[in-house]
């Protein structure tokens, strides 16, 4: 049960400088993550939930999933064929193995990071798992916009994700604000994506895809 003071905080996120095509083409801001950590007082813990990051047609989805520290992902296979989820790169290292179609494979995510995500089989398959210490958070719509619910009174670390943004960049957009009980309607939030390369990846075992895929094996923003 929330806070009987708690309100919605809300806003929107534009994207500028950008090579993405559904950014130039269609105005396409969503995937952007916005968290709120208090300043004062403790920060509740995960609610139990289970998030979901669907494998179909060879694809992750979403593509950015954001979850607090302790949830649990499940990663069920709606494809006809095998799948295999792993992350070896900086974020939680975790790989759930082949697994067939019609089944699922779950992992916990226990610290705060970003989870780049890919399946050993097909190269062209990423996502990523943002994993906050907050519960307040939300991800943007494709018109830029976010509404983070029940956020009580007080005052709060406001914090920006956004996998084609440099970390000075994001950095920059970190700020205090304070949430009445009314809630909070904050000023757009501008993101630069000058700087932005996409990288190659490998398969979890550190080599490179085999030619057969067909896929690309590029993700934006790679580190190892």
Same mark, same amino acid.
């Given at each position: 049960? +929330? @806070?009987?003071? #708690?309100?919605?905080?809300?806003?929107?996120?534009?994207?500028?400088?950008?090579?993405? *095509?559904?950014?130039? %083409?269609?105005?396409?801001?969503?995937?952007?993550?916005?968290? +709120?950590?208090?300043?004062?007082?403790?920060?509740?813990? #995960?609610?139990?939930?289970?998030?979901?990051? /669907? !494998?179909?047609?060879?694809?992750?989805?979403?593509?950015?999933?954001?979850? !607090?520290?302790?949830?649990?992902?499940?990663?069920?296979?709606?494809? &006809? $064929?095998?799948?295999? #989820?792993?992350? %070896?790169?900086?974020? !939680?290292?975790?790989?759930?193995?082949?697994?067939?179609?019609?089944?699922?494979?779950?992992?916990?995510? #226990?610290?705060?990071?970003?989870?780049?995500?890919?399946?050993?089989?097909?190269?062209?398959?990423?996502? /990523?798992?943002?994993?906050?210490?907050?519960?307040?958070?939300?991800?943007?719509? @494709?018109?830029? *916009?976010? %509404?983070?619910?029940?956020? &009580?009174?007080?005052?709060?670390?406001? %914090?920006?994700?956004?996998?084609?943004?440099?970390?000075?960049?994001?950095?920059?957009?970190?700020?205090?604000?304070?949430?009445?009980?009314?809630?909070?309607?904050?000023?757009? $939030?501008?993101?630069?994506?000058?700087?932005? +390369?996409?990288?190659?990846?490998?398969?979890?075992?550190?080599?490179?895809?085999? @030619?057969?895929?067909?896929? !690309?094996?590029?993700?934006?923003?790679?580190?190892?």
């Amino acid at each position: 049960m +929330l @806070p009987i003071s #708690a309100a919605a905080v809300s806003g929107r996120v534009e994207l500028s400088d950008s090579r993405d *095509t559904a950014v130039r %083409s269609h105005h396409d801001y969503s995937g952007v993550v916005i968290e +709120l950590n208090p300043i004062d007082g403790a920060v509740p813990p #995960a609610s139990g939930k289970h998030a979901v990051m /669907l !494998q179909k047609e060879k694809t992750f989805s979403p593509h950015v999933l954001a979850i !607090q520290a302790g949830s649990v992902v499940d990663f069920p296979n709606a494809d &006809p $064929i095998f799948h295999n #989820a792993f992350s %070896s790169y900086n974020g !939680q290292v975790f790989d759930i193995g082949l697994y067939p179609p019609a089944s699922t494979r779950s992992v916990r995510f #226990a610290r705060q990071g970003v989870v780049r995500v890919f399946c050993n089989i097909h190269a062209s398959m990423s996502a /990523l798992i943002v994993v906050v210490g907050s519960p307040y958070f939300a991800t943007t719509k @494709p018109d830029g *916009t976010f %509404s983070i619910a029940g956020v &009580p009174e007080g005052r709060y670390n406001l %914090s920006v994700f956004h996998e084609r943004a440099s970390d000075a960049t994001l950095s920059e957009l970190s700020r205090k604000i304070t949430v009445g009980a009314d809630g909070a309607s904050l000023s757009p $939030i501008a993101i630069s994506e000058a700087g932005y +390369l996409s990288i190659p990846h490998k398969n979890k075992y550190g080599r490179d895809y085999s @030619p057969e895929s067909g896929d !690309q094996a590029t993700y934006p923003g790679a580190k190892r």
